[in-house]
């Protein structure tokens, strides 16, 4: 990345809205063919993670893939997985999966070398699969709860397990492991009565030193963007004005940054008007075909098959279910 965009690299890198971190590392909570839900800080993040990934792509090209012994399997090799979402970015949503695999059938050949495409397309297909069947795993009541996490960790991993083989595994998941186990240690520490505040505090650097350097970049990154969600949200609840929301914004990120946070405030607020009205013709009992030609009418062909769940997260939010954005 150039340094001129490293200003908004910074508070892109913060800017992602609160994903099912609970079900899925980072690139593995929306389902390919079904956008993911609707918030004022993804398109930010998003564009980082993108730029983050194409570089990744560029591995492939060139000089070759191995690193390691000669008869190591060139296609199963770090990075595998970041590969793939940078892949799914360039070929952009779909309106379903099999849309999406021939968009990526398509996209595999130049990223990758003759030899390996056809075991590339292969399993960037059911990679797909995994992931449309990862966005089926249902939420924990509390996620906050290290034994509801573990239980949700748990499904996670036999759903790897039914898609892919351990070497396949290993080569798109592994790296997540040391984040898993200190979140699950993270959450079990403060939830521990027994110790202090002061114990705690040393266990959680105990914790967090048993992570590599890519780990603790990884908790700073996401903490920071549950930080940055959060500030929205107190936004939304002190009713700031869009003036006074770009000013914190540009002290705090920069201008780019802020002016790019305020058409995505603009485009969040257009999207909860298009769910309440729509919300409103369910409520009036419209029929089956009034709903279908206004979903039509209010909502592009990926918009929609993220209605219901938007929808059942607003009836959540509003019974004080406290769902997230």
Do not use: C
Request: hydrophobic content about 45%.
């Amino acid at each position: 990345m150039s340094p001129a965009r490293t200003g908004l690299a910074a508070a892109a890198a913060v800017l992602g809205a609160a994903v099912l971190w609970w079900a899925a590392p980072p690139g593995d909570a929306a389902a390919p063919g079904a956008a993911a839900p609707r918030t004022a800080t993804s398109g930010l993040a998003d564009r980082a993670s993108a730029e983050a990934a194409a570089g990744r792509v560029a591995m492939w090209q060139g000089t070759g893939v191995t690193s390691g012994a000669q008869d190591a399997d060139p296609l199963l090799v770090p990075g595998l997985r970041q590969s793939f979402e940078a892949l799914l970015l360039e070929a952009g949503e779909a309106g379903d999966p099999a849309t999406l695999k021939q968009r990526l059938a398509a996209l595999v050949p130049r990223h990758f070398p003759p030899e390996l495409v056809a075991r590339a397309t292969a399993l960037i297909e059911r990679y797909v699969d995994y992931r449309v069947a990862l966005g089926g795993l249902a939420t924990p009541a509390d996620p906050h709860d290290p034994r509801a996490l573990r239980a949700a960790l748990a499904a996670r991993q036999q759903m790897r397990q039914r898609y892919f083989s351990p070497e396949e595994g290993d080569a798109l998941f592994a790296q997540d492991a040391p984040l898993d186990r200190y979140t699950l240690a993270r959450l079990e520490i403060e939830r521990n009565n027994a110790l202090t505040p002061d114990q705690k505090q040393t266990a959680l650097r105990e914790a967090e030193g048993e992570l590599g350097e890519t780990e603790r970049a990884a908790r700073a990154a996401a903490t920071a963007q549950l930080s940055v969600a959060a500030q929205t949200a107190a936004f939304d609840a002190q009713g700031l004005s869009d003036t006074e929301r770009y000013a914190q914004r540009r002290a705090q990120y920069g201008d780019d940054a802020a002016r790019q946070l305020a058409r995505l405030d603009q485009e969040e607020r257009d999207w909860q008007t298009r769910l309440a009205r729509y919300a409103t013709a369910q409520t009036a009992q419209a029929s089956q075909e009034q709903l279908q030609q206004l979903r039509q009418q209010l909502f592009t062909p990926q918009e929609q098959l993220r209605i219901d769940a938007a929808l059942a997260m607003r009836r959540l939010a509003h019974t004080g279910g406290g769902a997230s954005p």
